[in-house]
């Protein structure tokens, strides 16, 4: 989890009025905004381009992240998702909050980690009714076995006035982990009774190991010597051994496994990253393969100190001895945007980030580094974690207006169906912190939804927004409810594309689309014949209709 925008599809009357409800926020706040309806300006109001055909993309789920709601309400929170028509939620399973003895640096004795049923029952139960609600809803879960370790089994070694949780992820031990894993792959694997006449806890076949390895707060220390030899990748490669090993011996050798889970940014200025700092993800990928900048498998003494092959033999050894790097499902990855800018920029600068634009780079590094140890695998990546923090509540820089993210968050979806290589779209948090940090959400702690609840529901984006009559348009977008609706209906789903052209009050239907796609989405091409808003119009099994946002479109 942390702790730390759209081209087209909007046009000059949506931006005004945006402009015109501008709330109070800071200057710099108020500058990003600024800077980002800009963009809009320029994207919406062009020439019409060439473009090229739309891509057909490989399947795309979505995934949900809700912690808070999750283990607060799991039926009602799992139940209002299901609506909302998320595939997967994400999970995060901390590792000392089920583990006996957390804060103690003394090992329970007696302790079989591996066992589910050595650990204290009430620390299973929010995760076994999430579990249980969300196979009762047909939901699918992904479980991130994540630090921090209980003090008993982190390094010792810890900078002296390191706090209680950078203590915990303070080099944690490879094989402690493993069993924890273990303990959890047994709990889960579809036969478990948690107790006497209990019914068998559902089996998860979706795993994630740890979580964004290249942030201090999550796995330390990140480098040493003055931040020249990543430490980091090495402790995330014996933590990664260590939970293959374990999935395969519980009976979940063929489930599907992320790795990775990188965050998108890191710090290299001064002596950073250092313990407790980010480290550029593209850095840490070439560490934990063992390979310099330029791509050269590490040899000698540079190898022997970040703990990779030092010898061609041993080289020759590495996709055997580390089979999670070479055989996992797929890269997880959290392409959250930096700041407003738009979604299709990439931070200058900064070739080492994996933000969403900067994302082929890492496809790129990941298929060089499988052919450098031959391998054929090509990673497919999984975004998940992303989301737009939002102003209000927030008043930092980046944070932005909620309207503006729901456009910036269309457009970013665009952008990865094109893809064929993202696996999926992720949306991380349903309701911002009461605090309001990390605003994410796609309702208000108040419980009131965002723009970007309705444009998360039914997503939609043109490329280009401002045509000369008679010319086609590229309509993308998706009805997200549409899979569970066609299960409950035993109907094919359809959606409407709608205008309402200028100066009138009523929309009218261009098109009426049957929807093919496993999870909702269309691309199409239509001719518009006036200038006006378009929109998206669908209706629940139950007759509630629903729309998306509206767009609008300028024929000249």
């Known amino acids: 989890m942390p702790r730390s925008a759209p081209a087209g599809g909007v046009a000059v009357r949506e931006v005004i009025v945006i402009v015109l409800r501008l709330p ?121 076995l994540e630090g921090g370790a209980p003090l008993w089994a982190a390094g010792r070694d810890v900078p002296g006035k390191a706090s209680s949780s950078y203590q915990a992820v303070w080099k944690p031990s490879a094989s402690e982990y493993g069993e924890f894993v273990h303990a959890v792959a047994v709990r889960y694997s579809g036969g478990y009774r948690p107790g006497p006449g209990a019914a068998p806890l559902p089996r998860v076949d979706f795993w994630s190991v740890w979580n964004e390895p290249n942030y201090g707060p999550q796995l330390a220390p990140q480098a040493i010597d003055y931040s020249t030899v990543e430490v980091s990748p090495r402790l995330y490669r014996g933590l990664l051994d260590a939970a293959w090993s374990a999935l395969q011996a519980t009976g979940h050798g063929s489930d599907r496994v992320l790795i990775g889970e990188l965050a998108p940014r890191g710090i290299t200025t001064g002596d950073n990253p250092g313990n407790f700092s980010g480290m550029v993800p593209l850095r840490f990928v070439r560490a934990l393969y063992c390979v310099d900048p330029s791509l050269r498998k590490l040899r000698g003494s540079a190898a022997a100190a970040r703990g990779c092959p030092t010898t061609a033999a041993a080289a020759r050894a590495f996709p055997q001895e580390h089979p999670a790097l070479f055989q996992a499902t797929g890269y997880a990855v959290h392409p959250y945007p930096q700041g407003g800018i738009p979604p299709n920029t990439v931070t200058p600068d900064e070739p080492d980030y994996a933000d969403l634009a900067a994302l082929p780079r890492l496809e790129r590094l990941l298929d060089r580094l499988q052919s450098i140890y031959g391998s054929a695998k090509r990673f497919p990546l999984y975004s998940t974690e992303f989301g737009y923090q939002t102003n209000p509540p927030e008043t930092i820089p980046r944070a932005i207006d909620p309207r503006i993210g729901a456009v910036y968050s269309n457009w970013a979806e665009y952008l990865s169906w094109r893809d064929p290589r993202i696996a999926s779209w992720d949306q991380y948090l349903l309701t911002d912190p009461p605090a309001g940090n990390f605003a994410t959400g796609l309702l208000f702690a108040t419980g009131a939804p965002k723009a970007l609840y309705y444009a998360y529901r039914m997503p939609i984006f043109l490329p280009v927004s401002s045509v000369a009559k008679g010319q086609s348009l590229e309509v993308w977008g998706g009805v997200r409810p549409a899979r569970y609706a066609a299960g409950e209906s035993h109907r094919a789903q359809r959606v409407k594309i709608e205008l309402r052209p200028a100066g009138q009050r009523t929309f009218t239907t261009l098109r009426d689309l049957l929807l093919t796609d496993a999870h909702g989405y269309f691309d199409t091409r239509l001719a518009v014949p006036s200038t006006g808003e378009l929109r998206l119009a669908w209706t629940y099994p139950n007759g509630e209709q629903i729309f998306s946002r509206t767009v609008v479109v300028t024929v000249r």
């Open 24 to 144: 109070r926020i800071n200057r710099q706040a108020r500058r990003s905004l600024l800077l980002a309806i800009a963009a809009l300006l320029l994207c919406a109001c062009g020439a019409a381009p060439k473009t090229a055909a739309p891509v057909r993309r490989s399947d795309m789920a979505s995934i949900f992240e809700a912690p808070a709601q999750l283990l607060g309400d799991p039926a009602g929170t799992l139940a209002l998702l299901r609506r909302l028509g998320v595939d997967r939620v994400r999970v995060f399973v901390p590792w000392n909050s089920l583990a006996p003895q957390p804060d103690s640096r003394v090992r329970p004795s007696g302790f079989d980690a591996a066992s589910p049923a050595a650990y204290p029952p009430a620390g299973w139960a929010a995760y076994d009714a999430i579990i249980r609600a969300a196979a009762a809803r047909g939901v699918g879960v992904i479980l991130t």
